[in-house]
Every structure is written in C-alpha cells, then in structure tokens.
Nanobody, 122 residues
C-alpha cells in the first residue's frame, strides 16, 4: 500500500507561485492531476520513478515544473505564473513502476492523494 500525503495548496493572485508537495515511498512513478468544478480531471504533470523523465499537460507547459527528491521520495510541483484557470483541486497520484517508465493517463495510476485546493484570484 502506498500512502500519499499532499500539501501546499492555497489562495494566491494571478502571476503568483505555489509549490505543492506529495510524499510517498516505494518504487513508484508519480503524477499530478487537477479537477476544476464541473470539469473532468485533467493531467498536469508526471515524473518517472528515477526522476529523469517528465511530462506536462499542454495547459501548464513552461509554467509548471515537476521534480523529485530521491532521498526523501517527495515529489514537488512548482507552479509559476498562476492564472485563474489554474484554479482546481490538485491530486497527487502514484503507481508501482520500473525505471524508465512514465505515465500520463488517470487510469494508469493506482493510488491517489486526498487533493489540495489551489485558488487563483484575478
């Protein structure tokens, strides 16, 4: 069983930055998804088990950055230049993985965090 612990959400203004974190252990690949009210869950970013492979959703490319501290197994989502359309509940997801594998689809993930609210005011 993988237990995910998220933190870092909050209320910010347009153009501000936030950093989300998600702690987990084990040989896992991790991803971030978000869901705005009335919308489907959307892929944000993912990172491979070793931290060398990264993928981003089109809406966040160039503004968000995913990273992993391999010593602590904490994954970070650095969100810069936030926009009101980034407002959503952000979820951390994880799955068992082998080195070199990366996953971008919701159905590929097994374990999910409780979600953290990010609100960007205009």
């Amino acid at each position: 069983q993988v237990h995910l612990v998220e933190s870092g959400g909050g209320l910010v203004q347009t153009g501000d930055s936030l950093r989300l974190s998600c702690g987990a252990s084990g040989m896992i690949a991790m991803g971030w998804f978000r869901q705005a009210p009335g919308k489907a869950r959307e892929f944000v970013a993912s990172i491979s088990y070793g931290g060398t492979l990264k993928r981003y959703g089109e809406a966040v490319k160039g503004r968000f950055r995913v990273s992993k501290d391999t010593d602590t197994s904490i994954v970070y989502l650095q969100m810069n230049n936030l926009k009101p359309e980034d407002t959503a509940v952000y979820y951390c997801a994880a799955r068992r993985a082998v080195s070199g594998a990366i996953y971008t689809r919701e159905e590929e993930y097994t374990f999910w965090g409780q979600g953290t609210q990010v609100t960007v005011s205009s």
